[in-house]
């Protein structure tokens, strides 16, 4: 599930996750498709790409256990969200990802929530100053 914040991408996530075939992963957003892809390239030791896959395939062990219970039509998701919209280093790189990921998971489907930008403006301001990362006065709400 990809998409751009205050769009119900976790409200997807949790509608996915309640259907009996779908394994909820560890983490909601393992984030390494962000955080740790690029540094299968930059590295040439086999054991730190091993190692880098294996941070990844770590939050889905709980289809692992469906499987070796014979629970074989299940799935897993990852809710990495920011998947559209951040990315460190190029552009380039951010382009090349939709190619990518079905290469190295061929049998993937992904889901991209989007929203109406006002609705996500006006909707992610007051997120900020309900959880306090923008203060303001009773006269300024008003």
């Not at 393992?30 to 939050?59: A, C, G, M």
């Not at 990315?87 to 382009?95: D, S, V, Y």
Request: aromatic share 14%.
């Amino acid at each position: 599930v990809a998409g751009f914040i205050k769009c119900g991408s976790t409200t997807l996530h949790q509608l996915l996750v309640s259907h009996p075939y779908i394994v909820n992963p560890l983490v909601k957003e393992p984030r390494w498709w962000v955080n740790k892809y690029l540094q299968l390239f930059s590295t040439e030791d086999k054991q730190d790409s091993v190692f880098l896959v294996s941070f990844y395939l770590i939050h889905f062990t709980r289809i692992v256990s469906a499987f070796e219970h014979g629970i074989l039509n299940t799935f897993t998701v990852d809710s990495t969200a920011d998947l559209v919209y951040e990315w460190p280093g190029n552009w380039m790189n951010f382009c090349l990802l939709p190619s990518v990921i079905p290469q190295v998971l061929p049998s993937s489907k992904f889901m991209i929530v989007m929203r109406n930008p006002v609705d996500l403006l006006y909707s992610s301001f007051w997120f900020s100053c309900t959880s306090n990362q923008v203060m303001l006065s009773a006269e300024q709400m008003s």
